[in-house]
């Protein structure tokens, strides 16, 4: 393996939203993303029916200190994109090293993937899990498409946080820092 680029540089960039004309193969480029290690979180927001819904989401991002913004994405196909993309608030959870449990149990289909989850309604009733190592209740901010997922924007109005590990992800596994 060498540290040259594996594809060329695309020379149309009016191509770059279209996934048949990438010369990158979309595995291997999955692969290449494993290498960096992620925290895990829970996304959470309530629905307007009065229902909690979450997943499991890698994709977290701190974007402005001031103003306090951070960001995620989810997939346009995802079942819970209408959730999400109504609600006026979510929640970030972060998860500790040993909530790896909770990270399976929000990344699989599920009708009730909160049944036996501890958890407090946050701002605009977006569920707070109980133990994570952090949380940011955001306003939904803004949104933006982002080739086949949506960006969420989030107004950080509330947090919390604790000394905790944090759960990591890494090359399709779960790890923790070793110190």
């Known amino acids: ?38 925290g895990v979180t829970v996304i959470t927001a309530m629905a307007a029916d009065g229902k909690p819904y979450g997943l499991t989401c890698n994709s977290f991002a701190s974007v402005s200190l001031n103003p306090p913004l951070v960001l995620w994405s989810l997939v346009i196909f995802s079942q819970a994109m209408s959730i999400f993309q109504n609600a006026s608030h979510f929640t970030v959870n972060v998860l500790g090293a040993s909530q790896q449990a909770l990270a399976n149990k929000f990344a699989t289909s599920s009708e009730d993937k909160f049944a036996g989850v501890k958890w407090t309604p946050g701002l605009g009733n977006a569920p707070v899990l109980a133990d994570s190592v952090a949380n940011f209740q955001c306003r939904a901010a803004d949104r933006y498409y982002g080739g086949d997922h949506v960006i969420f924007l989030g107004a950080v109005e509330a947090y919390a946080y604790n000394r905790q590990e944090p759960l990591l992800f ?7 820092f070793v110190t």
Do not use: C, V, W
Request: hydrophobic fraction near 25%; charge should be negative.
């Open 170 to 176: 890494h090359r399709g596994g779960y790890g923790r």
């Open 1 to 38: 393996m060498t540290d040259a680029p594996k594809h060329p540089i695309n020379p149309d960039p009016a191509n770059e939203l279209a996934s048949d004309q990438s010369p990158i193969d979309p595995r291997d480029f999955r692969n290449a993303l494993g290498t960096y290690a992620t």
